[in-house]
């Protein structure tokens, strides 16, 4: 999946829907930062603690953003609790970072 964000949406919530993802904020476990699924109807959902400040989750979003186009084409499906440590963890964490810094967050 190339997933691209192109500027010809002005709401990023529409260029988010034009691709089948959804993002939803939601008050979770202070141990879970948030997490991706695809439901039955092939719709990505992004579900983002909300007890989290904003960086935190930017951060979260781009992380979970990186499985949707790296990870989740190949594999399917993660179920994982516990894999901070895990190599596809790892990379997605990276993507975060270097994306948030190249648009200065």
Known sequence: MGIIID???EN???ALAAYDIRV???NLDADIA???YKSRKNIYHIVINNNLNWRAQTEVFLHE???IKDDLPETGYIIGL???HHHVEE???WAAKET???YGY
């Open 24 to 26: 939803h904020r939601e």
């Open 65 to 67: 953003l990186s499985h």
């Open 7 to 9: 500027f010809m949406y």
């Open 82 to 84: 516990d894999m901070r």
């Open 91 to 93: 990379l997605a964490d």
């Open 34 to 36: 948030g997490f991706v």
């Open 100 to 102: 948030a810094r190249a």
């Open 12 to 14: 990023p919530t529409e």
